[in-house]
């Protein structure tokens, strides 16, 4: 049976992290993927996905006329070597912006839950369960499955795209822990880690600046991989 450890910290070897394909798609004999398809039908299940309305509809009189056309002179488009400019700079000051709060956020949410799991960290016992959103803000805690969720619907709520954040198995050779942590991948090769109970890592780091720790398994409600290494150039 495959157990989920939630490792409390140790020390363990150093090693390389930075040259994996973290998209594989997972062999038809892959042990977790029993698991993981257990968790994703009851969280689609349960999970409250809520509606989106269509568009807000304009406030007057329902039978009001619609406001006359506004006479304009067509516009002249001006592609000159200082609009183009413009146009990148902000384009670049945009992303550079946006790619800034994405990553104040995600420290954000990285730095409340380690401070919530030493108050809300409820281990599973015998029994490794891994629990639903919902089942883990009814208990009011869990453990490190439990607690990572909130960090991953965090972030999807927030609007970071879905393939960009998954769940995550990570595993230490060194004495074969297993742990759940949330991987965002801001690029692709090498992900941002948030560890809800900090017993991999604290903060947000890469994963290739995670001593000792290697990628297993990622996931969402309705996609599965497996990490691979790649190999030596």
Known sequence: MLLLGCAHGAAAPSLSSSHWDYFQRPASTDPWSPKISGWQ????ATLDLGST???????????????AAIAEEPAVEVEDETTALRDTALRDKY?????????ELARDAAEWI??????????DGAIDHWATLEETLERDGDDCDGLELLVYHFLRDLGFAEDEVYRAIVVRPSDGQHHMVTFWFEESGDPWVIDP???MTSGMPRMSDVPGWVPLKIFSETE???????AAR
């Open 197 to 199: 109970t900090g017993a």
């Open 41 to 44: 039908s009851r969280e689609t």
């Open 95 to 103: 992303r550079a912006f946006r790619r800034a709060r994405q990553r």
């Open 53 to 67: 309305g269509g568009p807000a509809e304009v406030s007057g009189p329902a039978d009001a006329a619609p406001p």
């Open 224 to 230: 599965e991989f497996s990490a691979r290494p790649l």
């Open 114 to 123: 380690q401070s919530q799991a030493r108050v809300h960290y409820v281990p």
